[in-house]
């Protein structure tokens, strides 16, 4: 089994850092330690503007992590980790996209999705 290596970038480290409750703080670097297997069948597949990225569901399925994967240098690299506040500027995916859009986090080759083939 192949095993990633794990790495939390400057924006991952800052994310975490706000999270104030150190019994969550714990979790979630538990559960991110854990991407080092498996990183892929781990979290969901994020769409739109984050594509390429992958959310792991964690703590009652109230905080992210957000990672994405690259298997050519088998490093799985974690960008975001937060609390999902649907509607709020510091959901966890708002502050995500805040990221992306300052340029603050790469974005990823977007894969291109799989033609259908016209019905004649």
């Known amino acids: 089994m192949v095993v990633f290596r794990v790495e939390v970038t400057e924006s991952g480290l800052e994310t975490l850092e706000r999270i104030t409750d150190r019994r969550i703080q714990l979790l979630l670097k538990e559960k991110i330690r854990g991407l080092a297997h498996l990183p892929e069948l781990q979290g969901e597949p994020l769409k739109d503007d984050l594509l390429g990225y992958r959310a792991l569901h964690v703590v ?16 799985v690299f974690v960008v975001a980790a937060g609390i999902r506040k649907a509607g709020d500027k510091s959901d966890i995916y708002e502050v995500m996209r805040r990221y992306v859009r300052l340029g603050l986090v790469e974005v990823p080759d977007k894969k291109e999705k799989p033609r259908k083939k016209p019905k004649r």
């Open 60 to 75: 009652g399925n109230r905080y992210r992590i957000i990672y994405r994967v690259e298997n050519e240098t088998v490093t």
